[in-house]
């Protein structure tokens, strides 16, 4: 049974950082691609960044280039979201997913970027 948990949201003041982790389980993590993606209030998902297998290819979308790190670690089956200077635009539910448009994915967690 594919499982996938987020952890590490919170409330930040803009320009503040957090790092979100989540637990893989049930397929083959060490062979497959991961991605962030997130919903903001009243929107749709949109796709965050992708990882592939051993972080040789890591691709982000253009408004968290340069401020988001993705990462992975295969021994506990592990992903991450590295998050600074986060905006209020970046307010938003973030999950982790097995596939860039997000149909499977964890629960999430909420990130809430305000002063």
């Known amino acids: 049974q594919v499982q996938l948990v987020e952890s590490g949201g919170g409330l930040v003041m803009p320009g503040g950082s957090l790092k979100l982790s989540c637990a893989a389980s049930g397929f083959n993590f060490n062979g497959e691609w991961m991605y962030w993606v997130r919903q903001p209030p009243e929107k749709g998902l949109e796709w965050v960044s992708s990882?592939?297998?051993?972080?040789?290819?890591?691709f982000y979308a253009d408004s968290v280039k340069g401020r988001f790190t993705v990462s992975r670690d295969n021994a506990v089956d592990m992903v991450y979201l590295n998050m600074n200077n986060l905006q209020p635009e970046d307010t938003a539910r973030y999950y982790c997913a097995r596939d860039r448009r997000g149909t499977v994915r964890g629960p999430g967690t909420q990130v809430t970027v305000s002063s």
């Open positions: 990882i592939n297998f051993d972080e040789t290819i890591k």
